[in-house]
T-cell receptor, first 110, second 113 residues
Framework: GQQVMQIPQYQHVQEGEDFTTYCNSS?????IQWYKQRPGGHPVFLIQ?????EVKKQKRLTFQFGEAKKNSSLHITATQTTDVGTYFC??????????FGKGTMLLVSP | DAGVTQSPTHLIKTRGQHVTLRCSPI?????VSWYQQVLGQGPQFIFQ???????GRGNFPDRFSARQFPNYSSELNVNALLLGDSALYLC????????????FGPGTRLTVL
């Protein structure tokens, strides 16, 4: 079955520093989604990437989908305390299931 | 517009009991998926229902079952509860059967003693 690795598991940054989380799949993906979960909250959809090599931006967030459609990254420029939370990738191989990575917990100190 | 709603918010059960969790999707959404999230882990896919039919099943034992009603709301049932079933159970709805953007509810926190 599909295996998903998300790194790092945890990162603590100072406000204003950049942050990147990576998601790697053992299989070629149809698409990949990213979600953010605040402490005590539920996952909230951020974006879906579909095309090989796709890059999408949302304000300070940049999402990339690898050329081979097996990996993806989320980069946050100049983190803010509001960015605190756990970021999950959810790769979709086209099967009738959806796998979430274990997530990267981001802590931002003011 | 109301988001995805789930009930109850919290639940405490003992081993061997059964539990029913409920979910109401966003109006107009026909697909409902269920996830189990253990503390410190990502959500684990349990079921997806679309138009009252099961469209996907994760790697969970037969103690877990679900159904979707004509109004697209859904129930997740878990029989013979084990301590390891303690988790946050999340429901997510989406407009279509494919796994596009999913809208998650606040979840039901189940504790099995």
């Amino acid at each position: 079955g599909q295996q998903v690795m998300q790194i790092p598991q945890y990162q603590h940054v100072q406000e204003g520093e950049d942050f990147t989380t990576y998601c790697n799949s053992s299989t070629t993906l149809s698409n990949i989604q990213w979600y953010k979960q605040r402490p005590g909250g539920h996952p909230v959809f951020l974006i879906q990437l579909v095309k090989s090599g796709e890059v999408k931006k949302q304000k300070r967030l940049t999402f990339q989908f690898g050329e081979a459609k097996k990996n993806s990254s989320l980069h946050i420029t100049a983190t803010q305390t509001t960015d605190v939370g756990t970021y999950f990738c959810a790769p979709n191989s086209g099967y009738s299931t959806l796998t979430f990575g274990k997530g990267t917990m981001l802590l931002v100190s003011p | 517009d109301a988001g995805v709603t789930q009930s109850p918010t919290h639940l405490i059960k003992t081993r061997g009991q059964h539990v029913t969790l409920r979910c109401s999707p966003i109006s107009g959404h026909k697909s409902v998926s269920w996830y189990q999230q253990v503390l410190g882990q990502g959500p684990q896919f349990i079921f997806q229902y679309y138009e009252k039919e099961e469209r996907g099943r994760g790697n969970f034992p037969d103690r877990f079952s679900a159904r979707q009603f004509p109004n697209y709301s859904s129930e997740l049932n878990v029989n013979a509860l084990l301590l390891g079933d303690s988790a946050l159970y999340l429901c997510a709805s989406s407009p279509r059967t494919s796994f596009n953007e999913q809208f998650f509810g606040p979840g039901t926190r189940l504790t099995v003693l």
